[in-house]
């Protein structure tokens, strides 16, 4: 839903007052695509578990996480939540096969936004094979995770699951040794297929064994790292 706050910056020309400008190359295959090709980006702000496109409304823009972190998922019939995706900063979703998101989008937290069309996109992709080749690797890329995904779910134990989360988040995002989490421990179960109290178990038995350290509730240190990998193999 493209009715936030708008940076100033770089705009959607379809968006109001809006105030058009190149997105600059940058170090990652989306602004590289976007640069190469001279396309219009916009820049918006969703507050904390603001929807930014719902399941099943029109495809018309991707999206590359500037700040913050969003959650991809899909509600259940009865209502259980389960979560695709962790978007962080400088990933790209709202890459689609078909006319519509299969999958609604929120912010997890505050969270800053690029965004173009997809028909730009893909009228680029048309006549630049260098683009077109940027494009497939995202989308292979994203259909790598989700086939990790689905053999996570199906096949792997909650304590394994646990570990294999810890293992991914600790590779985008740890600095200095720290990773600071920003989505919760129900996201996590939503995103595993596991209970709230089940990853809570599973972080206080891994705390307890020296594996990991807290440093507040959403600040984790691995002390261990080949026991997780031992696990998630």
């Known amino acids: 839903m493209l009715n936030q706050s708008i940076t100033h910056s770089v705009v959607n020309t379809n968006a109001p007052h809006a ?17 190469h090709a001279g396309l219009i980006a916009s820049e918006f702000s969703y507050k904390k ?20 972190a969003v959650r991809s ?7 259980r939540r389960q979560i695709g995706a962790f978007h962080l900063p400088g990933d790209v979703f709202g890459l689609e096969f078909g ?14 936004v690029r965004l173009v069309k997809r028909r730009s996109l893909e ?11 940027k494009l497939w690797t995202m989308t292979a890329g994203d259909l790598r995770h989700a086939e990790d995904h689905m053999l996570l779910l199906g096949r792997k134990t909650a304590m394994e699951r646990v ?19 920003p989505m919760c421990r129900r ?16 972080l206080s038995q891994l705390h307890s064994q020296g ?19 031992s696990m998630d193999a």
Request: proline share 4%.
């Open 19 to 35: 105030v058009p400008s190149p997105v600059a190359p940058a170090a990652n295959p989306f602004a590289e695509i976007t640069g």
């Open 49 to 68: 578990d603001e929807e930014i496109y719902g399941e099943d409304e029109p495809a018309e823009y991707v999206y590359q996480v500037i700040s913050g």
């Open 73 to 79: 998922y899909k509600l259940l019939s009865d209502g």
């Open 99 to 112: 006319s519509v998101h299969r999958l609604a989008a929120e912010a997890i937290i505050d969270t800053n």
């Open 123 to 133: 009228q680029a992709a048309g006549t630049d094979v260098t683009i077109a080749r």
């Open 163 to 181: 570990a294999t989360f810890l293992l991914e988040m600790d590779r985008r995002l740890a600095v200095a040794g720290m990773m600071a989490l």
């Open 187 to 202: 996201d996590i179960g939503d995103y595993l297929g596991l209970t709230l109290e089940t990853v809570s178990r599973a």
């Open 211 to 229: 594996v990991l350290g807290f440093s507040g509730a959403r600040q984790i240190v691995l002390r261990n790292r080949q026991r997780l990998r």
